[in-house]
């Protein structure tokens, strides 16, 4: 038996089998060749999605950019490549991806899998910039999909929870490459803030708002703008940028986030919040995340404020971004534009699951629903093709080899 965490350690996987193939071959040989498996990447997710008392199989060898096509604009790479050395390798060639998350170091099919987003209201999450997909089934095949052969069923084949199989490639979609100054306003009134929410949160190509539901104000908002889509901001509801380098969280050292002070620069080293060259922290802390219609916005904040005697002692941050509307089937985006709250916490689970339970009983009746790689506690509901998501999972696994606790809670087995 082997022992392993995810990336913040809050979760231990012991499983019997702990394989890290080194080729696609390997990775059909393994899978054959086990009886219940699942899929680990970067292991940046706070709950047990991956986990399994057998076989999990990591990605982390399968890291490759196979292929960038300038004619078709796509790049094709192994599922375990992360963001930040994709977005490196392409930029070489002049191309660019939409958007990225706040952390580079992410792998891409895990983060497609669970339709992780970075920010903008023109913006979807990670996963609709995927064409094409190749999935290795329960019984080793390699199989192709792609939006164009199968039109009524890959809107529910690439956020996939890892229920379908194991994603051996991708096929993203790319543009040329653009750049993107970073401006960070600090201490914006809260009262303006909420009156003026969607102009805040549009006012960019990427916006993120960090709080700690505090003294009555949004202590950071993030603003990254396509420098073809004008000049930096000079002001942002009268507050002016900061002029120095600054941390989401505050007192720590900035030489980790990415340039600001609306110094332009390519959109890889803009995008995230964090360098790639920096080992992101580990640890002590563990992140939630609920995704609310985009017009309760301002409802959900103050709602959150009624509990921020008790969010406060256990928050580092809290981050606050939006999404475009998708048709993707288990996105949390899937047919109306969303803006996520998401909550870094301490490491103090049993008071983090109490505060919880009042959050959501807040939040749930707006519509939320919870970031399917973090720490949530009610059973996601809400989502329209769930049931053909349940019947196009038996369809790839009837066996159920790909099947955990986790994917059972979350598909309502």
């Known amino acids: 038996m082997v022992s392993q965490t995810n990336w913040a350690g809050n979760i231990a996987f012991s499983p019997k089998h702990w394989l890290a193939p080194g080729s696609i071959a390997a990775l059909q040989d393994d899978i054959a060749a086990h009886r219940k498996v699942r899929i680990a990447g970067s292991r940046h997710s706070f709950n047990n999605i991956v986990d399994s008392p057998e076989t999990i199989l990591s990605t982390e060898n399968l890291n490759r950019v196979i292929k960038i096509d300038s004619d078709a604009m796509t790049v094709l790479v192994e599922g375990g490549a992360r963001y930040g050395d994709v977005a490196t390798t392409i930029e070489r060639k002049g191309f660019a991806l939409a958007n990225l998350a706040s952390l580079p170091h992410i792998s891409i099919a895990g983060a497609v899998a669970t339709a992780t987003h970075g920010s903008g209201v023109n913006n979807g999450n990670l996963a609709t910039a995927v064409e094409a997909i190749q999935i290795v089934t329960a019984d080793g095949t390699l199989a192709t999909f ?165 969010i406060q002692p256990l928050l580092y941050v809290s981050e606050i971004r939006t999404v475009k509307a998708d048709s993707l089937w288990l996105s949390p985006a899937f047919g109306r534009d969303v803006t996520a709250f998401h909550f870094t916490w301490r490491q103090k689970s049993n008071k983090v699951l109490a505060l919880l339970e009042k959050i959501e009983a807040l939040l749930l009746p707006l519509g939320a629903q919870p970031h399917w790689g973090k720490v949530y506690l009610h059973k996601p509901t809400g989502y329209a093709r769930m049931a053909d998501f349940v019947s196009l999972r038996q369809a790839f696994d009837l066996g159920g080899k790909f099947i955990n606790p986790y994917v059972e809670r979350a598909l309502g087995h």
Not at 208 to 225: A, E, M, N, P
Not at 240 to 249: I, R
């Open 146 to 310: 792609s939006r164009e052969t199968h039109p009524n069923e890959f809107d529910g084949m690439v956020v996939n929870l890892g229920a379908l199989g194991a994603v051996a490639t991708l096929t993203l979609r790319i543009e040329p490459t653009f750049q993107i100054s970073q401006q960070v306003f600090p201490h914006i009134p809260l009262s303006l803030a909420l009156e003026n929410i969607d102009a805040l949160l549009g006012c960019a190509y990427s916006v993120s708002l960090f709080t700690t539901y505090g003294d009555r104000t949004i202590d950071q908002v993030w603003v990254k703008r396509r420098i073809d889509q004008g000049p930096p901001i000079s002001e942002l509801l009268g507050i002016a940028p900061a002029s120095d380098k600054l941390h989401p969280l505050a007192g720590h050292d900035p030489a980790s986030c990415t340039t600001q002070q609306g110094i332009v620069g390519p959109w890889h080293e803009r995008l995230p919040h964090f360098c790639m060259d920096f080992t992101p922290s580990s640890g002590d802390e563990l992140q939630s995340e609920y995704f609310i219609p985009r017009e309760h916005t301002a409802a959900a904040y103050r709602a959150l404020m009624v509990l921020s005697a008790e």
